[in-house]
């Protein structure tokens, strides 16, 4: 089952790539100026971050907003597919080291893709306004559970490595959920996370479902962002080729790091751009509010 599921997901990378590459080599003359050795950096920290399940989404969004490297309206698809090769790397290592039950994981991660799927293609079509308070929200709400997670607030999770009955219903129902959300930059690791020890499974089992979650929804919602034109080509293959380096360095050369000081950091720079997100989409609506025409 574990071949069947990588070779799937090996496949659906391909395709992915293709489409991904294509269309770059295509618009290689109409890339931003943002440097690459800044977006090439900036894939590598936060993809070394996403294999120590600290998540990546959160951390690049709030680089892409510090250093005003990717306009907040694309900031979503340019995730989505910019990190889709290195989780699907994480996917690779974490699925075939760690044993999770096959039908919980395939139903969930499939649950994961169909809900992405959904997304994307309602997300790339949102105004920049939109996509400002979603993904202040949703960093905030990323925040609060990684936040639970430092604080123990979280369940401690239980020794099983699947799901049986209501609770594997309701984890496929939660994680189509996920996959949804995962279009606006929500990352899905911490809610996934959550969800998994709520669940009473082990905490081992939270990483090949969550980055197995990622691996397959993230290539199919890719090909949406793709198609739309809704992503920075270049900030997205810096990421890519960034990230992937980042994940090899953090699966197969760090053997420890102080993640709860890291996780500290991490929590108040994502509630530092969640808010900074929220204030940008107030700033705007106030800017247009100013420029209508008085009746007098």
């Known amino acids: 089952m574990v071949k ?9 990378t391909l395709t992915f790539l293709v489409f991904f590459v294509k269309d770059y080599f295509e618009n290689k003359n109409n890339l931003s100026k943002t440097s690459w050795a800044g977006l090439l950096g900036v894939g590598f920290i936060t ?14 969004t709030a680089l892409f907003k510090f250093f005003n490297m990717v306009p907040d309206r694309i900031i979503p698809g340019t995730l989505n597919v910019g990190d889709t090769v290195p989780v699907v790397f994480e996917a690779f290592l974490f699925i075939a080291a760690i044993t999770v039950e096959p039908i919980t994981l395939v139903t969930m991660l499939a649950a994961s893709a169909i809900g992405a799927v959904v997304g994307a293609g309602f997300v ?10 979603g993904m202040g929200f949703a960093l905030l709400v990323v925040a609060f559970f990684m936040l639970a997670g430092l604080m123990d607030w979280m369940p401690i999770g239980g020794e099983a490595i699947g799901l049986t009955g209501g609770k594997l219903i309701f984890g496929i129902i939660a994680n189509f959920i996920l996959g949804a959300l995962m279009t606006i930059g929500v990352g899905l690791y911490a809610p996934c996370m959550a969800l998994v020890y709520a669940l009473g499974m082990s905490p081992r089992v939270a990483f090949p479902i969550m980055m197995g979650s990622c691996a397959f929804l993230m290539p199919a919602a890719g090909m949406r962002f793709v ?22 360095v953090a699966y197969y050369i760090v053997k420890s790091l102080p993640l709860t000081l890291l996780s500290w950091l991490v929590t108040a720079v994502v509630i530092y751009t969640g808010v900074v997100m929220l204030r940008s989409a107030l700033v705007s609506s106030k800017a247009k509010v100013d420029k209508v025409p008085s009746a007098e």
């Open 227 to 248: 198609k739309e034109g809704a992503h920075d080509r270049k900030a997205s293959m810096g990421l890519t080729i960034g990230g992937a380096a980042g994940v090899f």
């Open 4 to 12: 069947i599921i990588l070779g799937a997901l090996g496949l659906l």
């Open 124 to 133: 790339s079509k949102l105004p920049e306004k939109k996509i400002q308070i």
């Open 47 to 60: 993809n070394f971050l996403d294999t120590l399940g600290i998540g990546s989404f959160a951390p690049t």
